[in-house]
């Protein structure tokens, strides 16, 4: 379902379809609950907050109130992008960590809504080179398509750290890490000043 919102579809996607035999996609082991996910959309679709029973690696569990706005997909699990009134500021939360859920019928303040989430709005210019120490460079530009030695992604600043974690982006000025894991690295790290996920950057300092 999940994968089917995002490629924009919406209804008549719930049939069934057999897997293919020839075709194999990467093993999911994160599956969030269809009725958690069925509760955030239509939250976000009618510009409601949610009650949930939230469990972070940090604190453990505690009751939040959120304004979500976006589903997001990092690579590896599912987040919801939200408005958090406890802390009032937006962050991503895990949706396989939401125990409970519970949509308030109140109408979401200005700086709630998702028009207010810079980090979500700033559109960053990221510039991907094969990483310098490669003996064989080519072989990552064919990989990625590269035009000229390089990949151009225009990414949203609240979606940069995942995809440079997820890739094993090297974010170090002098692409210090191993080109044997990090096969890419950022061509210039002054572009993603600014971003608040970059504790996810892979060498950036």
């Not at 579809?9 to 897997?19: L, M, N, T």
């Not at 990414?155 to 995942?162: I, P, W």
Request: net charge negative.
């Amino acid at each position: 379902v999940l994968t089917g919102l995002c490629r924009g579809f919406g209804d008549g996607i719930s049939h069934g379809v057999q897997p293919s035999q020839v075709c194999i996609d990467a093993t999911r082991l994160v599956h969030p609950d269809a009725e958690v996910v069925s509760t955030v959309t239509r939250a976000i679709t009618n510009h409601q907050p949610i009650k949930v029973n939230y469990v972070s690696l940090s604190s453990g569990e505690s009751v939040r109130e959120l304004v979500p706005h976006a589903l997001i997909n990092n690579g590896l699990r599912w987040h919801v992008r939200a408005f958090d009134r406890k802390h009032e500021e937006f962050r991503d939360f895990v949706l396989t960590r939401l125990v409970s859920i519970e949509v308030l019928d109140e109408p979401i303040a200005a700086q709630e809504a998702r028009e207010a989430d810079k980090q979500w709005n700033r559109i960053v210019d990221l510039h991907l080179i094969p990483h310098p120490e490669l003996k064989h460079p080519k072989a990552i530009e064919l990989d990625f398509d590269m035009v000229d030695g390089e990949l151009t992604l225009e990414v949203r600043a609240a979606l940069v750290g995942y995809l440079l974690n997820q890739w094993k982006v090297d974010c170090s000025k002098e692409y210090s890490l191993n080109s044997d894991e990090y096969q890419l690295a950022l061509k210039a790290n002054e572009a993603i000043y600014g971003v608040e996920n970059l504790i996810l950057a892979p060498g950036y300092n």
